[in-house]
T-cell receptor
Framework: NAGVTQTPKFQVLKTGQSMTLQCAQD?????MYWYRQDPGMGLRLIYY???????DKGEVPNGYNVSRLNKREFSLRLESAAPSQTSVYFC????????????FGPGTRLLVL | SQQGEEDPQALSIQEGENATMNCSYK?????LQWYRQNSGRGLVHLIL?????REKHSGRLRVTLDTSKKSSSLLITASRAADTASYFC?????????????FGEGTQLTVNP
């Protein structure tokens, strides 16, 4: 099992460009999440999907959109990137209840110039 | 605002010594979890302790939970250089809509050979 995979590993964007971060899990988990991690800030939840077909905003959703494509895949889209979105983005999944153990991907480092 | 706050922010010890990290939180919880993050990698789940538990062990890890003080501690015994990482506590707050985890800012542990 690959667990949680993320693509790309690293991306540089110019302000105003758009991109989609991809995430997939092969553990048959119902819930999936997108976090961002900034220095000294810990992880902050952007969006989550408690089950296939549902998505909800987290703590910092502004400037992002998500799509739960199917049970395996959960993508994060930046429509018009801003320097404030420079961060490391992590996708995670959990089996059933969002408050239970989460399994994380390796992260995507995004630099917005 | 962050639910969990770790203390200290950074800790440097010698191999073989014990390392203790603390986490305080603000609201009632379903469970509290500890995660490890090696530099440049995703988070890895270490241990979950439920609100009705006071202590839990896993290998060299010992976690305690004091719900009256809203605090938890993670003890790593007989530390090794490979334990060098950031350690995060995460809480599943009872009152949080959607029951999702909130992460603290982490403790950076350095174990010197």
């Amino acid at each position: 099992n690959a667990g949680v995979t993320q693509t790309p590993k690293f991306q540089v964007l110019k302000t105003g460009q758009s991109m989609t971060l991809q995430c997939a899990q092969d553990m048959n988990h119902n819930s999936m999440y997108w976090y961002r991690q900034d220095p000294g800030m810990g992880l902050r939840l952007i969006y989550y999907s408690a089950s296939e077909g549902t998505t909800d905003k987290g703590e910092v959703p502004n400037g992002y959109n998500v799509s739960r494509l199917n049970k395996r895949e959960f993508s994060l889209r930046l429509e018009s990137a801003a320097p404030s979105q420079t961060s490391v983005y992590f996708c995670a999944s959990s089996e059933e209840v969002p408050g239970e153990t989460q399994y994380f991907g390796p992260g995507t480092r995004l630099l917005v110039l | 605002s962050q639910q969990g706050e770790e203390d200290p922010q950074a800790l440097s010890i010698q191999e073989g010594e014990n390392a203790t990290m603390n986490c305080s939180y603000k609201t009632s919880i379903n469970n509290l979890q500890w995660y490890r993050q090696n530099s440049g990698r995703g988070l890895v789940h270490l241990i979950l302790i439920r609100s009705n538990e006071r202590e839990k062990h896993s290998g060299r890890l010992r976690v305690t939970l004091d719900t009256s003080k809203k605090s938890s501690s993670l003890l790593i015994t007989a530390s090794r250089a490979a334990d060098t990482a950031s350690y995060f506590c995460a809480t599943d707050a009872l009152a949080t809509s959607g029951s999702r985890l909130t992460f603290g800012e982490g403790t950076q542990l350095t174990v010197n050979p």
